[in-house]
């Protein structure tokens, strides 16, 4: 059992940079694959980026990939999302997610979720 807290989020022109946080308490952080997913109203709740538990595997939705970088620090408990050349396209709310088993790309997959940060870029 793991609690998830978002946060970072803000209101950006395109272009900025934003980096969001997750800290994670109540369970052994360290052995928890981790994942950021985003849902825009009106959308679904769709995958951004995942994390292994050794860090040495990451995956990135093509949308993302080359702009944004998904981290995380186990001696802190906490994951991370950077996100440069933010585009209007990313406005969303932005949730992290931890299951543990290997990364997956569905957002099904995932037991524990946070609240969300929200994300908005304006043009």
């Known amino acids: 059992q793991v609690q998830l807290l978002e946060s970072g989020g803000g209101l950006v022109q395109a272009g900025d940079s934003l980096r969001l946080s997750c800290a994670a308490s109540?369970?052994?952080?360290?052995?928890?694959?981790m994942g950021w997913f985003r849902q825009a109203p009106g959308k679904e709740r769709e995958f951004v980026a995942t994390v292994t538990w050794s860090s040495l595997s990451t995956d990135y939705a093509d949308s993302v990939k080359g702009r944004f970088t998904i981290s995380r620090d186990n001696t802190k408990n906490t994951l991370y999302l950077q996100m440069n050349s933010l585009k209007p396209e990313d406005t969303a709310l932005y949730y992290c997610?931890?299951?543990?088993?290997?990364?997956?790309?569905?957002?099904?997959?995932?037991?524990?979720w946070g609240q969300g940060t929200q994300v908005t870029v304006s043009s």
């Open positions: 997610a931890a299951r543990r088993a290997g990364t997956s790309r569905s957002p099904n997959a995932y037991n524990y």
């Open positions: 109540g369970g052994t952080f360290s052995m928890y694959a």
